[in-house]
């Protein structure tokens, strides 16, 4: 069955450390998409990153980069110097190819708090 | 406006009341989407139409009814609601129904059902 494990409930670090938001999934299908998320207080869940299951390329965004090992069924999320703006509550989630009854299916997330 | 809009952004309402939900995307994509979130639970899939045709219905109760009669609108109307259905109300649009695509959200609906 597909599952997407983000043990990390709350994570909280002084400004400027470095985070990292781990994120476990499961899935038996060989062809499948990964996805961050992004959830500040306001409420919109704002997309970061794509990757799918063929590209093993680990991606880096400013301060924000991303892990993906297939061996290890990981797609971890990493903060550099990370800042007050980035507390939020962050969001794994996998899908399954291209059947068109898909679902995302979520992680329970990791609220990032990020002090002053 | 760009990308997901959403109005209401919070309702209040009774648990006699009617009232809907409107989405609006304007990204031209042909898929969209409602969800659930509510407090310490993840997020739930709720209802989703794909080129304004409705193909998943989540097991959702029937005081819940959705309409899509574009691709750029959806409606979640409401009537007779428990206060458990309290929650914040996403709507999301995506390109095409397919895992191959990320969707992008709106800012949601803080919904009170007292």
């Known amino acids: 069955a597909q599952k997407v494990t983000q043990a990390q409930t709350e994570i909280s670090v002084v400004e400027k450390e470095d985070v990292t938001l781990d994120c476990v999934y499961e899935?038996?299908?060989?062809?499948?998409?990964l996805f961050w998320y992004k959830q500040p207080p306001s409420g919109e869940l704002v997309f970061l990153i794509r990757?799918?299951?063929?590209d093993e390329q680990n991606e880096i965004s400013g301060r924000y980069s991303w892990n993906f090992q297939k061996s290890t069924s990981s797609f971890n999320f990493t903060i550099t110097a990370s800042q007050v703006v980035d507390s939020a509550v962050y969001f794994c989630?996998?899908?399954?190819?291209?059947?068109?009854?898909?679902?995302?299916?979520w992680g329970a997330g990791t609220k990032l708090i990020i002090k002053p | 406006e760009t990308g997901v809009t959403q109005t209401p952004r919070h309702l209040v309402m009774g648990m006699t009341n009617k009232k809907s939900l409107k989405c609006e995307q304007h990204?031209?994509?042909?898929?969209m989407y409602w969800y659930k979130q509510s407090a310490k639970k993840p997020l739930e899939l709720m209802f989703v139409?794909?080129?304004?045709?409705?193909?998943e219905n989540n097991s959702v109760p029937s005081r819940f009814s959705p309409e899509c009669p574009n691709s750029s609108h959806l409606f979640l109307h409401l009537h007779t609601l428990q206060p458990e259905d309290s929650a914040l109300y996403l709507c999301?649009?995506?390109?095409?129904?397919?895992?191959?695509?990320?969707?992008?959200f709106g800012p949601g609906t803080r919904l009170t059902v007292t």
């Open positions: 999301a649009s995506s390109r095409y129904h397919t895992g191959a695509y990320e969707q992008y």
């Open positions: 990204l031209g994509h042909n898929a």
């Open positions: 139409y794909s080129l304004e045709e409705r193909v």
């Open positions: 899935t038996r299908d060989t062809t499948y998409y």
């Open positions: 990757r799918n299951s063929f």
């Open positions: 989630a996998l899908s399954e190819g291209m059947d068109s009854n898909y679902q995302l299916i």
